[in-house]
T-cell receptor
């Protein structure tokens, strides 16, 4: 069983649309990270959120950590083809990092 | 600064063989973690090395082993390969404790292993 479930698993949208990806768990994490992985590459860290309720923005990407530090969301505004990739969340707990199941996003030009 | 490098990038083996994968971390990084990535299971943690010692281990059979050298370079070995070992093997380096969530882990491009 996965500690962190991401939804949706696959998402295909048109350029310019908005989208939200969810990362859910019944466990509490000390921090939560989001990564993006492009084909043929390893994951690249996008952001780390630490405080419950924290919101961080990275250009068109908005990350939110749930109040109870059990879940997180990633919202992308006006998606671009360059946003295509596998988005992974990872929760930290007692010096262990648990990765989510991943959301594969395709942005169609 | 050079990133994390992994060799080889692609590998084809047959069942029963063994394989050794190599990872060179970013200069100055002392922690190296290994992960297995498959479409069905996602990113699964194998083990972590720090200063030549295995600090943490995931839930994989003993056929999977690793080591770290004094220059922080790391190798992982898989013996008696099975079809299910086909996967992308990723290593990640960090200064001291990338799996704490308080440091950045930098991933290499991975080694894609196909077992026939």
């Amino acid at each position: 069983t996965q500690l962190l479930e991401q939804s949706p698993q696959f998402l295909s949208i048109q350029e310019g649309e908005n989208l939200t990806v969810y990362c859910n768990s019944s466990s509490v994490f000390s921090s939560l990270q989001w990564y993006r992985q492009e084909p043929g590459e390893g994951p690249v860290l996008l952001v780390t959120v630490v405080t419950g309720g924290e919101v961080k923005k990275l250009k068109r990407l908005t990350f939110q950590f749930g109040d109870a530090r059990k879940d997180s969301s990633l919202h992308i505004t006006a998606a671009q083809p360059g946003d295509t990739g596998l988005y992974l969340c990872a929760g930290a707990q007692a010096n262990n990092l648990f990765f989510g199941t991943g959301t594969r996003l395709t942005v169609i030009p | 600064k050079a990133g994390v490098t992994q060799t080889p990038r692609y590998l084809i083996k047959t069942r029963g063989q063994q394989v050794t994968l190599s990872c060179s971390p970013i200069s100055g990084h002392r922690s190296v973690s290994w992960y297995q990535q498959t479409p069905g299971q996602g990113l699964q943690f194998l083990f972590e090395y720090f200063s030549e010692t295995q600090r943490n281990k995931g839930n994989f059979p003993g056929r999977f082993s690793g080591r770290q050298f004094s220059n922080s370079r790391s190798e992982m070995n898989v013996s008696t390969l099975e079809l299910g070992d086909s996967a992308l093997y990723l290593c990640a380096s960090s200064l001291a404790n990338g799996r704490s969530g308080q440091e950045t882990q930098y991933f290499g491009p991975g080694t894609r292993l196909l077992v026939l």
